[in-house]
């Protein structure tokens, strides 16, 4: 009898199997489509834009300074909000292998000592003869072990693998969106303390010629041919001008202190940040992602279709949970009173079972899991829209900035050149005594502005060219990054 009840349990374990690969549960994920062909951004950047598959990986190097790039790669592997991405990285695939493992089969082992009482009376003997039964007590060991495994008939751990992948794809993409992310806010950092470095050298040559008009008026006055006034006004200018350069100073030292943080060291190890903008190359053209390349390298559009593939996986999973689940197994053991004899095949057990778990009523919360799933893949799919949307609206917005940026800088150039000659005419022409101090103030204020405004334009297009460059780039690969030594 027992010989006929296990082998009848062979063609239902077979049908079992075979229908187990033949489905799974819930929508097959399928990647967003590319931007159609007349998709494109709103400006072309002028000459300086270059459209193409994008920048490469390591896209600062174009400004061609060894110091930058030595800066850039110390951030990558010091900084430490990239150490906690990448060991949330790891753990979501760890994650992968977890989920993976439910896949298969599941041995375990047992082992068991105790001391027990039976109760005959729960067996029906309560005794012989009218004489009652003491219950025995003895030790019992036992030692086993089963094998189990889900034919995951519905494809629930099929899903959940899937969407276990997805899930650390997606963080894949965020931890190299991150790297790309601190690589553009170190460039950004650096070509922002250049700027200020330029603008306190700058403020520091305006003061100069201040103290030179100075000089003039003092020179006038003690001839006989100037006045108090036209001194005073000078010294005003001279101390007014000498009050920006506090401000200047603090913001290099919060700079240097930002990139540190960066870098993920304190300040003080920093070292020396004296570079200028001239350090750096413009580059002459800048590669531009089009459209249609950006949809597939762009780390963050990535990121946002792992997280809807996920979300898909998500809604198989859920459906599975409405439909039975079947698992088969078997499992042997050794039970005895005498530890000594445990290996003995006298005292050999075994089970071989096929379960079956079906849900019948269950308050309505599977198909709520279910719904919720969908409405998850629904939000997912409307935030994977708004973020190529943003992306093309930001890099449109850099191009058009790119090219603004040229035309401005041609034009600031044109007025330094000429508040430069005004001012020399201007101090000139109050030598000879044809004009008033006044006159060479005005001129002095307008050689200034014409100047900083300069400078902040050359600023403006550095920091406008690396957030195209990040725009457009892709992700930072991260195996290339080497954890520092502990």
């Not at 044109?414 to 101090?427: K, M, Q």
Request: charged share 20%; aromatic share 6%; with cysteine.
């Amino acid at each position: 009898m027992k010989r006929t009840t296990a082998a009848a349990l062979v063609p239902l374990l077979g049908s079992c199997l075979l229908a187990g690969g033949c489905m799974t549960a819930g929508p097959d994920f399928t990647a967003p489509p590319a931007p159609s062909a007349s998709a494109g951004y709103a400006d072309d950047g002028g000459s300086r834009a270059v459209l193409n598959e994008g920048p490469e990986g390591q896209w600062w190097k174009v400004f061609g300074s060894a110091e930058l790039d030595a800066l850039v790669d110390r951030a990558l592997v010091g900084n430490h909000s990239l150490a906690a991405s990448r060991a949330t990285l790891a753990r979501a695939r760890e994650r992968i292998a977890a989920v993976a493992g439910k896949r298969l089969p599941q041995v375990d082992a047992q082992g068991r000592g105790e001391y027990q009482q039976v109760n005959l009376a729960a067996f029906g003997f309560d005794g012989f003869g009218g004489q009652s039964i003491s219950n025995p007590e003895f030790d019992l060991y036992t030692v086993g072990g089963g094998v189990s495994y889900d034919l995951d008939l519905f494809g629930k751990n099929r899903r959940a693998l899937e969407q276990a992948a997805a899930q650390a794809e997606a963080q894949q993409r965020a931890t190299s969106a991150a790297h790309l992310v601190i690589a553009g806010r170190v460039v950004s950092q650096v070509l922002a303390i250049a700027a200020l470095n330029d603008r306190i050298a700058t403020e520091r040559k305006l003061l100069s010629e201040d103290e030179r008009n100075l000089s003039l008026t003092q020179a006038r006055k003690n001839a006989g041919a100037g006045t108090l006034v036209e001194v005073l006004s000078a010294q005003g200018q001279l101390a007014g001008d000498k009050a920006s350069l506090p401000a200047l100073e603090q913001q290099l030292a919060e700079g240097r202190a930002m990139l540190a943080v960066l870098l993920g060291i304190s300040p003080a190890e920093l070292g020396s940040t004296d570079f200028v903008l001239d350090d750096f190359i413009l580059p002459a053209s800048v590669p531009v992602a089009l459209p249609s390349a950006l949809v597939h390298k762009r780390p963050d559009i990535l990121e946002s279709e792992s997280r809807l593939h996920a979300a898909v996986a998500g809604v198989g999973v859920a459906t599975a949970e409405l439909y039975p689940d079947i698992t088969i197994g078997a499992s042997i053991t050794q039970s005895t009173s005498e530890p000594g004899k445990i290996a003995n095949s006298k005292f050999n057990a075994f089970d071989i079972f096929a379960g079956m778990t079906a849900p019948i009523f269950h308050g309505g919360t599977l198909k709520a899991n279910k719904r919720g799933a969908e409405a998850e893949a629904r939000a997912a799919a409307a935030e994977y829209q708004q973020v190529v949307t943003e992306a093309f609206g930001q890099v449109s917005s850099l191009l058009s900035a790119l090219d603004s940026d040229s035309r401005e800088l041609e034009a600031r150039h044109e007025t330094a050149t000429i508040a430069d000659r005004s001012l020399h005419l201007s101090r000139r022409s109050f030598q000879v005594g044809n004009s008033g101090i006044l006159q060479v103030l005005d001129a002095s204020r307008s050689y200034q502005r014409a100047r900083l405004a300069l400078l902040e334009t050359r600023i403006r297009q550095y920091q406008n060219v690396a957030r195209l460059y990040v725009a457009t780039a892709g992700g930072w690969d991260v195996s290339e990054v080497t954890e520092p030594a502990s």
